[in-house]
């Protein structure tokens, strides 16, 4: 009898699920196949028992195989009956799959694990110590995949994330947790781990922007600037007596909107659309108010994001002096202004266009450069001048022209971004309902920072896709670099999704499937109108759906000393 040699020699594997290459399959004659029961009875879905291969002799062509893929790798727990089971239960096994190996990859091995063995559970919901049939890692891998399921139960996310683990012979017959049990789970653990996972998963993409270059836009010369950019939005939440309390809903003064609301303030990375910090909050029913103090927020809790080699681009909601002189303390801006914000001009026209001046408030003074231009689009000229202002005061290094081009990318970073985040939420779209799911503040904090977490771990395997995706032979982008904004976001979700119901699925087979799903970026669209959602509603004539596809011509409101600048997007 001749022992089967795989790879070339006998190898052994323990007892580690770990020791298991990802995606492998096991073949084994059939006529090694046997009932491992002491009376040799065939093994039955009854009986709760796994085959066992009686030997590994060398496999012959034109025999009958099974194929068999790698569950689980358990100790074996082996009845006086022979039934041979799995000790544990599938919330030992299941993970995040392609999720976490970004993760880990990124942050070091067991993220999930050591957040759920350092999370307090309210003894109000969860008591004892005994084996359940979830686990606190079990179960914040359940929230993290919720978000990423549009219309999905709990139970049913905890049937994909099983997967074929649910049919594994187990030692304890094993069955998916319900919805009650379920919610007490979510009580029990609170919203802390959540937003621990959500800090090491932004930290994480922080980290890897930082380590590889090429995944950030940049804006000048010799001191080039990462561009970055912030803006707030609105998430609506289920209309419960506590969510309305905490939360308040938007546009009315006696808080009498259908929905109550939070308002998140995302830090965006522009070029990946990369979440990098979002605090959130109250909606408020004052945009301005409830923005000004997200940003307090940002600058009391978010140090680790704002840094001197970047540049953030801000829309034209004006955030008061003092706080911009803050930001302007730890990294740079570029900001669009209203018409009533006073600027006292203190220099002629620089040679770029520019000029500089000073900006008064809060009893704060500050100095800056601004920057006025005009946008046409095929022949239709926008009536109204964009008027922009930074800190970068030097002329030659940051030139007009390039700072006018690129606040086009605060849409592209925050707007486009968020709507693609958004797309898997429940009840996403314009004004169709809550889009989000818990019925109290606490739940809805966690519920938060999971979609966080789920979304930009998804980012994080879809840019990994990128670095192996090869440049496409035609189109615009024929034989240049595949970026992570050429892939589709929403199919390297449902190709992730997939993988996680399947179980161990090779990562490298998995970022080459996404990889091929290309979508066509920067495309020079405009619109009249400015259109988050599509509407369900007809318009009220042509001119608010037409849409132009022809490059932005930028010229400056200021003649220059020297020459014209214009600029072609």
Known sequence: MFSYPAAGRLVSVSADEGDVPAGVMV?????CLVSPLENGAPVTAGDRSGLAVAGTERIRTGEPVAFLKIVAVTPAVVTRKGHVRAAGSPCG???????????????G???????????????????????????????????????????ARLGDVIIALAGDLALVPWSKRWQPASERACSDWRKALGPVPLEELEAAVLAAAGK????????SLTAGRSRPLTVHSMDGSLLRT?????????????????????????RLFPLSNCYTRSLLGMPWGPAGTDKAAAEQGLLDTVLARFPRVLAKDQVWLLDRLWHGVRRIAALIGRTHVLIRVKSDVVLKRTSEILPDGSYLAEISGDGVTIAVRVIEYFIDVDGQEVKEMFCLITDLLDWREYPARELAGLYKWRWDGSETGLREAK????GAGPGTGAMLRSGSPDLIAQEIAAWAAGTEMTRGVTRDAALTAQPARKGRRAGQPVRSRDLSLTRARRLILAAI??????????????????????????????????????????????????????TLANKPARRSCCLIL
């Open 27 to 31: 073949a084994v004659p059939v006529r």
């Open 93 to 107: 096994h299941a993970t995040l799959g392609p999720l976490e190996e970004w993760l880990d990859g990124q942050a």
């Open 208 to 215: 890897e922007h930082r380590d590889r270059p090429g995944q």
């Open 501 to 554: 119901r399947s179980g161990r699925a090779g990562y490298k087979a998995l970022t080459g499937r996404i990889a091929g799903y290309r979508t066509a970026a920067d495309r020079n669209r405009h619109r009249a109108r400015k259109s988050k959602s599509p509407s369900t509603f007809p318009h009220a004539g042509p001119k608010d759906t037409v849409t132009r596809t022809a490059p932005a011509v930028i």
């Open 109 to 151: 091995p067991g993220v999930i694990g050591g957040i759920a063995r350092n999370a307090v559970l309210d003894g109000r919901f969860v008591k004892g110590e005994r084996e359940r049939l979830l686990t606190a890692a079990f179960m914040i891998r359940v929230l993290v995949l919720w978000t990423l399921m549009p219309e």
């Open 238 to 262: 289920p209309d419960t007596p506590e969510n309305r309390a905490a939360f308040g809903s938007v546009g009315t003064a006696d808080d009498s909107a259908a929905w109550p609301a939070v």
């Open 423 to 426: 797309a898997p939420l429940h």
